[in-house]
């Protein structure tokens, strides 16, 4: 079954420690991932994507296949990057798959 | 705002009835989405439409209908309510229609409560 997995609801950092959020995903063609972000009182956003392979506001994503990862990574966290963390996977052409959120707290 | 909007912002209703809720999206945005995000189930994609037609479907039960009109605005319908519908339900936009493609811009969210 096509599904993403995000194991951590809850992860706290201290400011400037780097950050991990993990995603793990089911599928078994070629998928194209997503990272969404939600910080407090604003809407759902995209983060960033695998294919075009940026790095914004310093996070980064790398894809690795074999052990089918798209785990967000940011090497100094910060204040405001505290937020809701969201992995998609998008599966084929007519379906979209959101993992349920980690909830990143950065601690001052 | 030029955003994806979303009326009504909160509904609270009962069981076994109907509700309509309205996304308008982006200004030049050709599909909507539509997807509903419980507590226990996370955020789930229902289904999308490009241009006045059905694209892509999701996890959407059959008591749910949705449609996007002439000026691109879209409704989802939810009948026969049940407790479990209660949840919050977002519409997101994107100018084409490659869900592997296109960014989506999601709206605030139209919050269902089934009495």
């Known amino acids: 079954a096509q599904r993403v997995t995000q194991p951590e609801k809850l992860l706290s950092v201290f400011k400037g420690a780097p950050v991990e959020l993990k995603c793990n995903y089911s599928y078994s063609g070629s998928p194209e991932l997503f990272w969404y972000v939600q910080y407090s009182r604003q809407r759902l956003q995209l983060l960033l994507r695998h294919i075009s392979r940026e790095s914004i506001k310093g996070f980064t994503a790398d894809l690795n296949k074999g052990e089918t990862s798209f785990h967000l990574k940011k090497p100094f966290a910060q204040e405001e990057d505290s937020a809701m963390y969201y992995c998609?996977?998008?599966?084929?052409?007519?379906?979209?798959?959101f993992g349920t959120g980690t909830r990143l707290k950065v601690l001052a | 705002d030029s955003g994806v909007t979303q009326t009504p912002k909160h509904l609270i209703t009962a069981t076994g009835q109907r509700v309509t809720l309205r996304c308008s999206p982006r200004s030049g945005d050709l599909s909507v989405y539509w997807y509903q995000q419980s507590l226990d189930q996370g955020l789930q994609f229902l289904i999308q439409?490009?241009?006045?037609?059905?694209?892509a479907k999701g996890n959407i039960l059959e008591r749910f209908s949705a449609q996007q009109f002439p000026d691109l605005h879209s409704e989802l319908n939810l009948s026969s309510l049940e407790l479990g519908d209660s949840a919050l339900y977002f519409c997101?936009?994107?100018?084409?229609?490659?869900?592997?493609?296109?960014?989506?811009?999601f709206g605030p969210g139209t919050r269902l409560l089934v009495l």
């Open positions: 997101a936009s994107s100018v084409g229609a490659s869900l592997r493609e296109e960014t989506q811009y």
């Open positions: 998609a996977l998008a599966s084929g052409t007519y379906k979209y798959i």
């Open positions: 439409y490009y241009n006045g037609e059905e694209r």
